[in-house]
């Protein structure tokens, strides 16, 4: 349900669906913190300020203090995992992608989901610095070369680079869009699928808007204006399929060499495996290896001959691809890493 057309629809089974594919025990939810938990701490206040510039991601007409009752709420919720786990650093974003759970889920069980995307999806964005993020940025680029060379040989003429796609990726979106209604659809998509999933989405953003693209002076002042600002109106459920048959087709292993030239170390992107538990409850690989295989139908019944070498590679990759925690494909970017870049340290979580 979560990468079929429309979604899991309704907040409702959002409350039902989100914590089975984190694997989060409902019944074994956080306590709601106390008073202490703000006293000297050292986020407490850039969390404080972010969180009083986000009223525009609260619904429209809400009376003020029910606002202000979950904008307390959103920063316990924070501070509470950062609290519980040390090894995570705060960034600028962080409570656009937590809002997003409290209003659909509500705090103790926004607090549980949180705390495990915050180990694992976002894991690579809460490090002391940005090197593994850019590093993710680093997979945009040659996305967009399998799909359309010219796109990226204009971006890369104009040395746009990838830093419009930043706020994107740290806020799963919810930074830049408007209608909360895209905002939750893009996370059903993203929860039940690769944490690179939302580069991937990223690329396929660009890639519709080719044509803005090329019609675009080739300076980067005028290409980073141009992207950074998203659209409001896209087609989602059209943009969501793309990036499904783009991951099969393209997937983090054939990438990982191009994406890491610049970096040596490990991500948690690159060592997905802890989320194999939820393969149990959702199975979005069979859904989109399906549609690959309808897709490639059609093409063989088009093309005969032509289309058979293409066909076999389609499902191969698919074959190795896509589960819900991606444990073949997380095999696959380890063993290419560790082909060409004997340093890269990377390893499954423990």
Known sequence: MAISEGGLLTDEIRCKVWPKLLNIKTE??????GPDLRENNKDYHQVLLDVRRSLRRFPPGMPDQQREGLQE??????????????????YQGYHDIVVTFLLVVGERLATALVEKLSTHHLRDFMDPTMDNTKHILNYLMPIIERVNPEVHDFMQSAEVGTIFALSWLITWFGHVLSDFRHVVRLYDFFLACHPLMPIYFAAVIVLHREQEVLDCECEMASVHHLLS?????????????????L?????????AREAA?????????????????????????????????????KEEQVKGLVAKPRTN????????GL????????????????????????????
């Not at 040596?264 to 979005?284: G, I, N, W």
């Open 28 to 33: 074994d939810l956080p306590p709601i913190p």
């Open 247 to 255: 991951f099969v087709q393209f997937p983090p292993s054939e990438l």
């Open 229 to 245: 600002q998203i659209p409001q109106d896209l087609p989602y459920e059209t943009l969501i399929s793309r990036t499904g048959d």
């Open 73 to 90: 709420q959103l920063i316990d919720i924070i501070l509470q995992v950062l609290q519980r786990n040390p090894q995570l650093h705060y």
């Open 261 to 297: 030239q610049q970096y040596s170390q490990r991500t948690a992107a690159s060592t997905f495996k802890d989320f194999e538990l939820v393969s149990a409850q959702q199975h979005p690989d069979a859904v989109l290896r399906r549609r690959t295989r309808d897709q490639l139908r």
């Open 313 to 320: 590679r389609f499902v191969r990759l698919a074959v190795m």
């Open 323 to 350: 589960t819900v925690a991606l444990g073949a494909a997380a095999l696959a970017v380890v063993n290419t890493a560790l082909e060409w870049a004997p340093k890269f340290e990377l390893q499954l979580f423990p």
